[in-house]
């Protein structure tokens, strides 16, 4: 699939990104390559290929779950301007 300029200029007015119009033909040709490869990809027959997580088979090794921290929320809750119930209460701003 090829991509062009004028579809690029859309993907980035509709991301927020400013596209600087010297790098727009060579961001044109890298996007339209990555959609060459992801094309590619799908091409591949997948049938009877069983889904992985991780290349690699291993276990994930994971440590004790305990409390190491002291608890600071009450110390915290009294620098706030407002906190009620364990809550901070900030000013709404949303009609």
Sequence with gaps: MSLQKTEVDAI????GISVDPAEGE???AKLSNVLAI???MQA?????IEP???P???VQRLREDCITETNHREAYQSLAPKAENGL?????VID
Excluded at 12 to 15: F, G, P, S
């Design 12 to 15: 980035a007015r509709l991301a």
């Design 26 to 28: 060579q961001l044109t």
């Design 38 to 40: 992801f094309q590619q």
């Design 44 to 48: 591949i027959d997948t049938n009877g």
């Design 52 to 54: 992985m997580a991780h």
């Design 56 to 58: 690699l088979d291993q």
């Design 88 to 92: 901070y209460l900030v000013p709404q």
